[in-house]
């Protein structure tokens, strides 16, 4: 699985625009790559010029077409390309500090927040005039010759916020960034959940929380007094448990979808934890 931010930001062929917490990319995709699975550590918006593309969560299918934008949460997802048309998009790249940054700038924006409220993974931005206006004007900084001042480009980053968070048709986009100002207990706890089943090194998991591997590491084990590893398999068995009952996969299918390597790596995980081997372990349950 390709990390998809670093990918961006140190290929030297890619138009961009790099701060030290945001990166702006223009991409057309090759016509030839229809679906792959990516993950970002950063949180992204995009921004269609032409072409057609999927975002794939568990829950549901966003389908962009020219014109259309989404904000879409660091994490793990699945894309589908159209390959009748090219793909073409602008890329918007910012990472909580960031956005946390911009609130505190901002203290109107900030708003009240339920610890317990489920955030969707993707985001519709409704792409008004405005916005595409603005666009447009980042594009064309993009197109020109002479390196662009990361001030500069700084500003047209927080007018591009300030452009979605004010329309209030993205209402939710809002209450997700002011989600991020709640504790990092629970920061690190909602994006391993949203994000257990991929299977990704410690650390990823790391980047995605917005930690280096040492923070993350003691955090983790302040917080929840275990690894990051233990808590991975523990989540990783207790889901593939469920399968193994609910469902008629098969053991390989159940694995994969669990998050583990391999159908060997996950037989010998879940023997270790439960002392049984999956395909025992669901007869005796039959038994019963």
Not at 7 to 33: A, S
Not at 46 to 59: E, H, M, N
Not at 101 to 127: A, C, G, M, R, V
Not at 249 to 258: F, P, R
Request: aromatic share 14%.
């Amino acid at each position: 699985m390709i990390n998809v931010y670093e990918y961006f930001k140190n290929h030297p062929t890619f138009n961009k625009l790099v701060g030290n917490d945001f990166l702006f990319v223009e991409y057309k995709c090759p016509i030839n790559i229809e679906e792959y699975q990516l993950w970002i550590e950063s949180h992204l918006i995009t921004f269609v010029i032409s072409g057609k593309k999927d975002w794939i969560t568990p829950k549901q299918t966003h389908r962009l077409t020219a014109g259309d934008a989404l904000f879409v949460r660091k994490g793990v997802y699945t894309t589908k390309q159209y390959l009748e048309n090219d793909y073409c998009v602008m890329l918007f790249f910012i990472n909580d500090r960031f956005i946390k940054k911009f609130l505190e700038e901002t203290p109107s924006l900030i708003k009240q927040q339920n610890d317990h409220i489920k955030y969707d993974q993707i985001f519709n931005i409704d792409t008004d005039d405005s916005f595409r206006t603005l666009i447009e004007s980042i594009f064309n900084y993009l197109k020109q010759s002479v390196p662009i001042p990361k001030s500069l480009v700084e500003i047209k980053f927080k007018e591009l916020l300030f452009n979605i968070v004010l329309n209030t048709k993205n209402k939710a986009v809002l209450n997700y960034f002011n989600s991020i100002t709640l504790d990092a207990k629970l920061t690190i706890e909602n994006t391993m959940t949203e994000n257990f089943l991929h299977d990704l090194a410690i650390i990823d998991y790391a980047k995605l929380c917005g930690k280096s591997l040492s923070s993350f590491k003691r955090e983790f084990k302040e917080y929840f007094n275990t690894t990051p590893g233990k808590w991975l398999m523990d989540k990783r068995i207790e889901h593939a448990t469920n399968l193994l009952l609910g469902t008629d996969m098969t053991v390989s299918q159940i694995g994969y979808e669990s998050g583990f390597k391999n159908s060997s790596h996950f037989s010998r995980s879940f023997k270790k934890k439960l002392n049984l081997s999956p395909n025992r372990y669901k007869a005796l349950h039959i038994e019963v």
